[in-house]
């Protein structure tokens, strides 16, 4: 899945060049403010997708941290137990 965000990086920033000059191309020199607003709503659109993406991602991690610290936890009740119930 972080490969997936790390491809979303490249498409932004390929994307965000091809905006730029496509801009260039339409309004010119002249349009650098309107061609600043587009950049910016478009940056902020991708912005928005990689966070999203990376709260999606980071879920299931956490939540598998947790089942493996349960499970060690439950691993050394275990075995405290059984080294309780040896004699002496």
Do not use: C, H, W
């Not at 490249?10 to 905006?19: E, K, P």
């Not at 478009?42 to 999606?56: D, E, K, P, R, V």
């Not at 879920?59 to 439950?74: F, M, S, W």
């Amino acid at each position: 899945m972080f490969q997936f965000i790390q491809v979303i990086f490249i498409i932004r920033g390929l994307f965000m060049a091809g905006l730029t000059v496509y801009l260039f191309k339409k309004y010119g020199i002249d349009g650098y403010g309107d061609m600043l607003i587009y950049k910016q709503i478009a940056g902020t659109i991708f912005s928005l997708f990689i966070l999203g993406m990376y709260f999606y991602t980071n879920v299931p991690i956490r939540k598998y941290i947790a089942e493996q610290q349960n499970q060690l936890q439950d691993n050394n009740n275990l075995a405290t137990q059984q080294s309780n119930a040896l004699p002496k």
